[in-house]
Nanobody
Framework: VQLQASGGGLVQAGGSLRLSCVVSGRTGSSYTMGWFRQSPLKEREVVATIRSGDTNTYYSDAVKGRFTMSRDSAKNTLYLQMNSLKPEDTAVYYC????????????????????WGQGTLVTVSS
């Protein structure tokens, strides 16, 4: 499985960006997919995740209400729509996937994911 993320860039506070992650290779009906981010001197943190069969997407408290994750199965693409961006959202954003449903207690843990995109930089200026 390969993940290719894109869509990052420079935006002013209050603006919007949409990140895309194209998934290629063998994928099954059972999966966990999501977005993480990492800023300098910080650990990689979860932004949003979803598991196959779940109706709800998990969002971190930091982005809840501002970011929306969606998936286009026909295009094998995962999206992250980011609105009302803040300077503290500045980070490298990574898409991630695991070929099984990760247990609930571990979906926010980056080490639980097997596959990673290369990262795309989002910079929000004040």
């Amino acid at each position: 499985v390969q993940l290719q993320a894109s869509g990052g860039g420079l935006v002013q506070a209050g603006g919007s960006l949409r990140l895309s992650c194209v998934v290629s290779g063998r994928t099954g009906s059972s999966y966990t997919m999501g977005w993480f981010r990492q800023s300098p001197l910080k650990e990689r943190e979860v932004v949003a995740t979803i598991r196959s069969g779940d109706t709800n997407t998990y969002y971190s408290d930091a982005v809840k209400g501002r970011f929306t994750m969606s998936r286009d199965s026909a295009k094998n693409t995962l999206y992250l729509q980011m609105n009302s961006l803040k300077p503290e959202d500045t980070a490298v954003y990574y898409c991630a996937a695991h070929a099984r449903r990760i247990i609930s207690s571990a979906i926010r843990t980056s080490t639980a994911y097997d596959y990673w995109g290369q990262g795309t930089l989002v910079t929000v200026s004040s």
